[in-house]
């Protein structure tokens, strides 16, 4: 076979036939879908923390229900179900009111889900972060005739920050993880590409081992940025051991 006897360095080149330039491609989508759904689990994780904390018993029950829910629930039994039974209901919907159907986009999906599951886990980690803040601070802040959202900016966001950090960092690499179960509605990231490549090519090992070390580079670049960013946040404050 011809393919068998390409080197390995023309089998990952960034130009065809190569296909460096397709797992590439299916990197920057995994590094976009981690993205949008880290955003959007931090938005709803800071919202999630302070509905917990605000003291409102049914705002309380119902965010508790939706972390308890979604922990519960793996990823990917929730990306099939919102990806094929939301299209069904919404095309049902659609069909009911003689509108053309519609069809859901497959990196929206991804994004979407993620992040909502991102957000219960966040919720918990910014939670615990808030808790650790001494009381103390808050009370200082409220004696100073200090508003919730500026409380929140001044005192509360600087304080959480160090110690939310290590948590969002792993959420951050369990996302970059579970990226790759978008494969299932056939968007491309770098899980799809590479088997793809390898099913093309029948280059099961080169690829799959191209893309570990793609997700280990993520890894390191991503330790560096969170310590960087941990490193601006602590300072003043005591190294940790």
Same mark, same amino acid.
């Given at each position: 076979?011809?393919?068998?006897?390409?080197?390995? *360095?023309?089998?990952?080149? @960034?130009?065809?036939?190569?296909?460096?330039?397709?797992?590439?491609? /299916?990197?920057?989508?995994?590094?976009?879908?981690? %993205?949008?759904?880290?955003?959007?689990?931090?938005?709803?994780?800071?919202? /999630?923390?302070?509905?917990?904390?605000?003291?409102?018993?049914?705002?309380?029950?119902?965010?508790? *229900?939706?972390?308890? !829910?979604? $922990?519960?629930? @793996?990823?990917?039994?929730?990306?099939? /179900?919102?990806? =094929?039974? #939301?299209?069904?209901?919404?095309?049902?919907?659609?069909?009911?009111?003689?509108?053309?159907?519609?069809? +859901?986009?497959? &990196?929206?999906?991804?994004?979407?889900? *993620?992040? &909502?599951?991102?957000?219960? =886990?966040?919720?918990?980690?910014?939670?615990?972060?808030? +808790? !650790?803040?001494?009381?103390?601070?808050?009370?200082?802040?409220?004696?100073?005739?200090?508003?919730?959202?500026? $409380?929140?900016?001044?005192?509360?966001? @600087?304080?959480? +920050?160090?110690?939310?950090?290590?948590?969002? %960092?792993?959420?951050?690499?369990?996302?970059?993880?579970?990226?790759?179960?978008?494969?299932?509605?056939?968007?491309?990231?770098?899980? +799809?590409?590479? $088997?793809?490549? #390898?099913?093309?090519?029948?280059?099961?090992?080169?690829?799959?081992?191209?893309?570990?070390?793609? =997700?280990?580079?993520?890894?390191?670049?991503?330790?560096?940025? &969170?310590?960087?960013?941990?490193?601006?946040?602590?300072?003043?404050?005591?190294?940790?051991?």
């Amino acid at each position: 076979m011809a393919t068998s006897q390409q080197g390995i *360095l023309d089998l990952l080149s @960034p130009y065809p036939p190569g296909w460096g330039g397709v797992l590439l491609t /299916g990197a920057a989508s995994t590094v976009a879908i981690s %993205a949008g759904a880290f955003m959007i689990g931090l938005v709803l994780g800071i919202g /999630g923390a302070l509905g917990k904390l605000s003291g409102i018993r049914p705002l309380g029950l119902l965010l508790e *229900l939706y972390t308890t !829910a979604i $922990r519960a629930v @793996p990823e990917l039994i929730l990306i099939v /179900g919102l990806y =094929y039974a #939301g299209m069904d209901g919404l095309n049902r919907i659609f069909a009911a009111l003689n509108l053309p159907a519609f069809e +859901l986009n497959g &990196f929206a999906v991804a994004v979407a889900v *993620l992040g &909502f599951v991102q957000g219960a =886990y966040m919720t918990e980690v910014l939670r615990g972060a808030i +808790l !650790a803040i001494p009381v103390g601070q808050v009370e200082a802040a409220k004696a100073f005739g200090m508003g919730p959202r500026l $409380r929140f900016r001044r005192i509360i966001l @600087p304080a959480l +920050l160090p110690n939310a950090l290590p948590g969002l %960092a792993n959420l951050w690499m369990s996302v970059t993880k579970d990226s790759a179960l978008v494969a299932v509605v056939g968007y491309q990231e770098l899980a +799809l590409a590479t $088997r793809l490549a #390898g099913a093309s090519t029948k280059h099961y090992f080169i690829f799959f081992l191209a893309s570990a070390l793609i =997700y280990l580079a993520l890894t390191l670049v991503s330790n560096a940025v &969170f310590k960087l960013i941990e490193r601006r946040v602590r300072r003043g404050q005591p190294k940790l051991a």
